[in-house]
Every structure is written in C-alpha cells, then in structure tokens.
C-alpha cells in the first residue's frame, strides 16, 4: 500500500510504476504457463489491478517484444510509375519552388496537369479485374522517395568536406548580418534609443516606412577566430560598406585587454563574396597588411559556416535580451556587446575542441600573434593603394616624396616600374609587392635613402676614397652570360678582348642567310601576258638659254670652249638649246666635221 500522504502527482508516478512491476510478472507466468493455464493468470490480474480483459492483452503488448513479422508482399518495392514519369513530376514540382523552399504546386496539381497533357499516365493494372486504374497520390509519393527523386530529397544539403585551420589567428571569418528586429534613433524624451521594428509598420510591403529609417538601421559584423572558435561582434550604423568593415577589422586585430582576447593579424580573411568584402579598401587592407583574402563562391554560404552559427548565438543569447535593456546609443551598445563577448568566451565550451573559446585561443605561441599597426596606420593603409614607381640608374625609387633603396629587391630592373606601398610597422621603410614563382605576392621591405645635409646618401661612395659598384642586376647578369655565349668565351675579360679584335659574332658560324640559300624553290613556269596599251604622258621642257647651255657644254669640253664656239652656238640654236640636244652639241666640240674647200674651173675657152 502507497502512504496516503504522498501528493497526488508522486501518487500516480508511484501507481504506474507498480502497475507496470505487476505487468511485467503477469508476461513472465504467462510464458511460463503450460496450455490451459493462462485463462487464470489472465484472471486474476484483471481482479488484481481492475483492469478489462482487453487493457489488460494491450498494456502486456506494449510492454512486451513481438518477433514476428508480418509477411512481406510479393509485390512490395515494386510501382506502376516508371523513373522517366518519375523525373517529370519531381520537375514539374521543382519548378514551382521559391527561394523559401515552399513548394506552390501541390501533388495533385502536377499529376493532373501532367495527365491532362498526355505526358505522364501513371497507372497500374487492377489484378481482379485486369483493367488500368490511375495511381493514387499516395503511391506516387512513395514512387517518387522510392526512385530518390521526392523534392523533399533533392533539396536535401548536398555533402560537403570539413574545413581545419593550423592554430590560432590562421584564418578568420567575418560576415555582416541586418539586426532585422531594431532601428537606433535617439530620443528626447525616450530612455531608450533603440526602437524595435514592429512587423505591422515595418514590413516589406510598406517601403516607405523602411526608407525613412535606413540610415538608423543597426547592421553588426561578427569575426569568428576559426581554430579557437572566438566570437567577436560590434555594431554599426547605416548599412554593409567597405568603410563599416575596415573599421571593424581594424578594431578587432587591436589588442583591447582583459578578457577580450582576440587580437593580431590574421593569416586568412575568410568572407562572402559580396561587394562590400571585395571593395578596394577592404582589399587594399588585407594586401598591406600581409593578409590573404578569400571570398568563397556565391551560393556557398556553407563555407563560411562558423560565422553564420555565430550570429545565431548572437541573437539567441545578447540581442534577445536588448528588449528589457534600455540603449541610448551606438556606443553604449558596442560597449555591452564587448562584455558580452568576454564573458561568453571564456565560458562557452566549445563542442569540436571540448575547451572554452578563449582558453583554446591562448594557444597561440609568440610567432603565431602578429600584432597589428596602430588604428590610424591601418585606416591610412586602408585607404591606400599600392603604386607604380619607375626605378632610377641608382636603383632607387621616389614615394611620397622620399626616395627608398630597391637593389636588393628581387628581380628589379632599372627604368622598370614596381608597386609600392606604405610598410606599416617601420616609419623609415617602405614594401615593393613582387610576384614569387608560385604566384604569390610578397613584400618586400625597402629602407629609405637616408641623406647628409649636402643631399648625399649615406651609402654613396667618397671621392678617392672608395668606389662602390651597385650590385648587378638581373638583367646586366643575363647581358654579360649572352656576351660569353656571342663572343665564345667563359669569362667576361675575354668577351671583351674579343670584342675588341672585331671577332664575328658566335666564332662566324652563324650564317644569317643558310636558310635563303638552302631553299629549294619549284621551276616555276612563265605566264602570257597582255602589253599595256596605255601611251605615256609627253613631256615637254623648255629649252635652255645660251648661257645656261654653255656651263653645262663647258663642263664636259673644258678647253675646248671657245668663244668661237659660244657664237656658232647662238648661230646653229638661236631659240635655245634642248637638254636632249647637249649631248650632241659635245660630240661635235670633241670631233669636228672637216671643212669643205671651193672648186675652180680650170682650161680653155668654153666654146
């Protein structure tokens, strides 16, 4: 018997525990008996407890276990919708999917409208009567998972591979979310500045209210340390910009104190590939600094897992409680927000390393922690882009109005350019972004040209003193190994020796022609042409005037100009003299035509 002190609830724990007790006896004599004996047993439980012949048969099946089966079908597994019928109904459904996953076309629709076009017909054969009978909705759903192509399935979370990081400060994820449920407008007469956004006056189809409060919209940005799990969050006003993430990339590489220990420079920014992420500042940023940023795929926000988890935790354990803490501010509201943070990462035990999240992050060793320049340096480097400079015959270059020392930059060239940028740990340096063979930037430190108070470096060479040649560069090393190769020789005393003796280029077995004169070209055949019937063009020229004439004369007969002959010339041309005519007038002057004597009559009379 039960105390009749005991409460009413303990009571009926107490009588359910003793019913089940005597059931589990009544199972063990009922298996124990022989035939005819159970009738009894029944009986008297059934006396005992109060309880009908069938409560009592029920309440033992629960509480016993039945091994045998019921026997399976011949036909089970087996379906009168083909696989093709199959994948056009899951289609069709599929088409009708939103973004949501809500599917807007039912089952029913689908078949019927698919059954309507003749596409798909879906029967089975009536056994008892041998006729086609159309496949009820519930087979086809059955089909369709039995086939694994159910929507339900399809949209099921592909398989992906799990992502690990080396230690600490490795790789960070950073993700901007829109605080959906608060709005910060400071009040006059209000204790509290954040206003929550009710859904009946803020809701997507009333736009208006929406825009008259975008610039007071709270949007926060989380960075979570992806080894250690470290939760960093801070808050910002108006919307996700290249300006809003810097700042806060900025602020939580800082090292801040206390228990708010995530600080350094990561070695990987891992983020969305939204534009804000991939703007030229963020970029600029991350390049300065050493950082390598990754934006992983569009549609992949699995990627970046860690940090969408963390804005869950976010909602659910600091800004659930915002509606009962009255905020004035944006700062008021950062500064819970860091304790917050503190508190839960150093409490929050991690469920992958089974550590809290800041007590895993103090596994950093000293060369993994890299500190971040001061806030002022990072915003400069922020807003910077690197820039091309062309190196000077001193092998130097000119930034920002300093000149820096690039001869030991890897691969420099003189009058090519380079990109330059600020170096943030070193006010007296600057950083040359170069290209390595794996295809990765590096920067290379480059100090600056420091100068006497007569403008000339330290490191110039004085004047009968010393005489310091520049290191070669890349270029005059492959300039003095090509002149070895021309000149035939192994070093450059004799290169240059054998350009002094005038020696032919590669010993004189370079022949430029070889290929002209080895060319063995077919007989080609002549071909019939047509001869031009178009007549030239007369040319008339004006003759030349006597004196004119005589120079020219004059100078092809020399002595044999007399005046003589300048009056037989005016005689035999009296309109001037044609160029064409020249050349005749001196074969004349050099072979005179004989002279013709008179002829007399000589004898008698004529008679």
């Known amino acids: 018997?039960?105390?009749?002190?005991?409460?009413?609830?303990?009571?009926?724990?107490?009588?359910?525990?003793?019913?089940?007790?005597?059931?589990?006896?009544?199972?063990?004599?009922?298996?124990?008996?022989?035939?005819?004996?159970?009738?009894?047993?029944?009986?008297?439980?059934?006396?005992?407890?109060?309880?009908?012949?069938?409560?009592?048969?029920?309440?033992?099946?629960?509480?016993?276990?039945?091994?045998?089966?019921?026997?399976?079908?011949?036909?089970?597994?087996?379906?009168?919708?083909?696989?093709?019928?199959?994948?056009?109904?899951?289609?069709?459904?599929?088409?009708?999917?939103?973004?949501?996953?809500?599917?807007?076309?039912?089952?029913?629709?689908?078949?019927?409208?698919?059954?309507?076009?003749?596409?798909?017909?879906?029967?089975?054969?009536?056994?008892?009567?041998?006729?086609?009978?159309?496949?009820?909705?519930?087979?086809?759903?059955?089909?369709?998972?039995?086939?694994?192509?159910?929507?339900?399935?399809?949209?099921?979370?592909?398989?992906?591979?799990?992502?690990?990081?080396?230690?600490?400060?490795?790789?960070?994820?950073?993700?901007?979310?829109?605080?959906?449920?608060?709005?910060?407008?400071?009040?006059?007469?209000?204790?509290?500045?954040?206003?929550?956004m009710p859904r009946d006056e803020f809701y997507k189809n009333k736009p208006r209210n929406m825009h008259r409060i975008m610039a007071d919209r709270v949007w926060s940005y989380e960075i979570t340390d992806h080894t250690s799990g470290w939760i960093y969050v801070e808050y910002v006003m108006g919307a996700e910009s290249g300006e809003n993430l810097c700042n806060v990339l900025i602020n939580a590489m800082q090292e801040r104190g206390g228990a708010d220990l995530l600080h350094g420079i990561p070695a990987i920014l891992y983020m969305d590939p939204g534009s804000a992420n991939t703007s030229a500042m963020a970029l600029n940023l991350c390049k300065s600094l050493g950082i390598e940023a990754i934006a992983h795929a569009p549609g992949n926000a699995r990627a970046t897992g860690q940090v969408e988890n963390a804005r869950n935790i976010i909602e659910r354990k600091f800004e659930s409680g915002l509606k009962f803490r009255p905020v004035a501010d944006l700062a008021e509201l950062n500064a819970l927000a860091a304790q917050w943070r503190a508190v839960f990462n150093a409490s929050s035990v991690h469920r992958r390393h089974g550590k809290n999240r800041s007590a895993m992050w103090l596994t950093i060793t000293q060369d993994q922690l890299i500190k971040a320049p001061s806030i002022a340096v990072c915003r400069e480097l922020a807003v910077s882009e690197p820039q091309e400079r062309k190196v000077t015959p001193k092998l130097r270059i000119s930034f920002q109005g300093v000149e820096y020392d690039v001869s030991r930059v890897p691969g420099v060239m003189v009058a090519e350019k380079v990109l330059v940028t600020r170096n943030p740990w070193r006010d007296d340096a600057a950083q040359v972004v170069t290209v390595n063979a794996e295809g990765r930037e590096v920067f290379n430190v480059v100090p600056k040209v420091v100068k006497d108070e007569f403008g000339f470096a330290d490191t110039a060479a004085l004047i009968g003193t010393r005489y310091n040649a520049p290191a070669d560069t890349s270029a005059q090393h492959d300039r003095k190994a090509i002149e070895q190769i021309m000149t035939g020789t192994n070093s450059v005393a004799d290169a240059e020796a054998q350009r002094k003796v005038k020696a032919l280029p590669l010993g004189g077995n370079y022949n430029p022609y070889k290929a002209t004169e080895d060319a063995n070209l077919p007989a080609f055949m002549p071909r019939r042409g047509t001869e031009h019937q178009l007549t030239g063009p007369i040319v008339e020229l004006p003759p030349l005037s006597h004196v004119a004439a005589a120079k020219l004369i004059k100078a092809k007969v020399g002595n044999l100009w007399t005046p003589e002959t300048m009056a037989q010339l005016k005689a035999d041309y009296p309109e001037g003299v044609l160029e064409q005519q020249l050349d005749a007038i001196v074969e004349r002057i050099h072979n005179p035509a004989p002279q013709r004597t008179g002829l007399r009559l000589v004898g008698g009379d004529a008679c």
């Not at 002190?5 to 009922?30: D, F, H, P, Y």
């Not at 369709?144 to 159910?150: C, E, G, I, P, S």
């Not at 592909?158 to 910060?184: G, K």
């Open 1 to 196: 018997m039960l105390p009749p002190n005991l409460s009413a609830s303990r009571r009926a724990t107490e009588m359910s525990a003793v019913i089940t007790e005597r059931l589990v006896a009544v199972a063990q004599a009922v298996r124990a008996a022989g035939h005819g004996g159970k009738s009894a047993i029944y009986a008297s439980a059934c006396s005992e407890l109060g309880l009908s012949r069938a409560t009592l048969h029920r309440k033992l099946k629960e509480l016993t276990v039945t091994t045998k089966s019921r026997k399976r079908r011949a036909d089970a597994g087996q379906s009168g919708l083909t696989r093709d019928e199959a994948l056009l109904i899951s289609g069709t459904l599929m088409e009708t999917l939103r973004n949501t996953g809500k599917r807007l076309y039912s089952l029913t629709d689908a078949v019927d409208g698919l059954r309507a076009n003749g596409l798909i017909r879906a029967e089975r054969i009536d056994r008892a009567t041998g006729e086609l009978v159309p496949l009820s909705d519930s087979a086809i759903q059955r089909a369709l998972r039995a086939y694994n192509v159910h929507p339900d399935q399809l949209m099921a979370p592909a398989p992906h591979s799990e992502l690990a990081s080396l230690h600490p400060n490795h790789v960070w994820q950073i993700d901007a979310s829109l605080c959906v449920l608060y709005y910060l407008k400071p009040q006059a007469n209000s204790s509290s500045g954040l206003q929550v």
